[in-house]
């Protein structure tokens, strides 16, 4: 007995109308993807990538996890932007977070989760760095602070990555950018935070060319 029978039923009205108003569209999409823009994204539900901008299957390459983190040694996200740089050759990253998130207001509470305590560490260090910042506002307003805050610095850990620097100086054109989305107008705000060349990071961070 099939228990999702309706999400087969759902998957077969949409391929109807997908055809319906574009015909031909699976067998052309099926030839290959060649997106411009890689998204890293929150896993809510509540924030359908592809849809929030508008593009159809094939345009939008998408990586998703909990609180939108960039971590240095997650292996899975690493490799999604390898393959999206290097392969796909995007020409942006888009690192968007949302407003309400569930991951950030995990981390500024005490109580423990479980296993993705650990994953949410990293939103702790956030708002232990920007503590006196954070504790200056309303309460009911550092929730979306440190939503934004942890964006910009996601946007930071993806620049500072060996996969974007290496795109650089091949003279890739890469721009890495900072969004948040409002759930509660379904609108996207731009952090105004975009990173596209090496000069832009401080110089600690900077990867210099090793020639033989």
Not at 2 to 17: A, G, I
Not at 24 to 45: M, T, V
Not at 76 to 91: D, G, N, R, T, W
Not at 165 to 194: E, F, N, P, S, T
Request: glycine content about 8%; aromatic content about 8%; some cysteine.
């Amino acid at each position: 007995m099939k228990l999702l029978k309706h999400l087969f039923e759902n998957n077969r009205r949409w391929v109807e109308s997908v055809e319906r108003d574009n015909p031909g569209f699976f067998e052309r999409l099926s030839r290959g993807q060649s997106p411009e823009y890689l998204w890293i994204g929150c896993s809510d539900s509540r924030i359908p990538a592809n849809e929030v901008v508008g593009l159809l299957p094939g345009e939008l390459f998408v990586h998703r996890n909990v609180a939108n983190l960039v971590i240095h040694t997650d292996m899975s996200l690493l490799s999604v932007v390898q393959y999206a740089v290097e392969v796909l050759k995007v020409k942006h990253i888009i690192v968007c977070g949302h407003y309400g998130c569930g991951g950030v207001i995990g981390a500024m509470k005490g109580d423990s989760l479980g296993l993705i305590d650990n994953w949410l560490r990293f939103i702790k260090d956030i708002y232990h760095r920007n503590g006196a910042l954070l504790d200056e506002l309303p309460e009911d307003k550092r929730a979306d602070r440190l939503c934004e805050l942890n964006v910009i610095q996601q946007v930071a850990n993806l620049a500072h990555t060996t996969i974007v620097q290496d795109a650089w100086q091949r003279g890739q054109r890469l721009a890495v950018h900072g969004w948040i989305y409002d759930i509660k107008d379904g609108l996207l705000r731009d952090m105004d935070v975009c990173i596209s060349a090496p000069d832009q990071l401080n110089e600690i961070y900077r990867m210099e060319v090793v020639i033989d």
